[in-house]
């Protein structure tokens, strides 16, 4: 038997021409396979929580004295209001701090009520035992002792 041989031009020409079809089929394939593939999503890693806001000289303030004015408005016995407002006194920069009641505002202008002192107060809460008013303002020193106390009604 005789052996084919790839001498003829036009059989090698073949040849290469299906070997260059099968190559470049190939290729194609895997082109839309790769293009076909959707990218993965990336991984997004969870942003850190973020740290809660620290309160203010201020605000840290503002709620101790709030507690310490229900406390000796809502005082059990004579002692418990003399005693919380002794504690009460101790965050004033001194026992003669004003304290500004406001009983109107228009337009940015404040009405107050007769200014009195925090040892005023404090005693009239003991003495009425109703807490009628709320902080809306509060004045620090530099040591974060209270200088000025501006309140306005419930």
């Given at each position: 038997m005789k052996k084919r041989?790839?001498?003829s031009p036009i059989s090698r020409l073949m040849t290469l021409?299906?070997?260059g079809l099968l190559a470049m089929g190939a290729c194609k394939s895997k082109k839309k396979v790769v293009e076909a593939a959707p990218a993965p999503a990336?991984?997004?890693e969870p942003a850190p929580a973020p740290a809660e806001p620290?309160?203010?000289a201020e605000e840290v303030a503002v709620g101790k004295l709030e507690n310490y004015f229900s406390a000796v408005a809502n005082a059990s016995s004579v002692q418990s209001?003399?005693?919380s407002i002794q504690e009460a006194l101790s965050m004033f920069s001194n026992q003669n701090t004003p304290v500004l009641i406001v009983i109107h505002e228009e337009n940015g202008i404040k009405d107050y009520d007769e200014p009195?002192?925090?040892v005023k107060y404090?005693?009239?809460l003991k003495d009425t035992k109703k807490n009628l008013n709320f902080i809306s303002d509060v004045r620090?020193?530099?040591s974060g002792r209270i200088t000025e106390l501006e309140l306005r009604r419930r």
């Amino acid at each position: 038997m005789k052996k084919r041989s790839l001498k003829s031009p036009i059989s090698r020409l073949m040849t290469l021409a299906l070997f260059g079809l099968l190559a470049m089929g190939a290729c194609k394939s895997k082109k839309k396979v790769v293009e076909a593939a959707p990218a993965p999503a990336p991984v997004e890693e969870p942003a850190p929580a973020p740290a809660e806001p620290q309160p203010t000289a201020e605000e840290v303030a503002v709620g101790k004295l709030e507690n310490y004015f229900s406390a000796v408005a809502n005082a059990s016995s004579v002692q418990s209001a003399n005693s919380s407002i002794q504690e009460a006194l101790s965050m004033f920069s001194n026992q003669n701090t004003p304290v500004l009641i406001v009983i109107h505002e228009e337009n940015g202008i404040k009405d107050y009520d007769e200014p009195t002192t925090i040892v005023k107060y404090l005693n009239y809460l003991k003495d009425t035992k109703k807490n009628l008013n709320f902080i809306s303002d509060v004045r620090l020193d530099g040591s974060g002792r209270i200088t000025e106390l501006e309140l306005r009604r419930r």
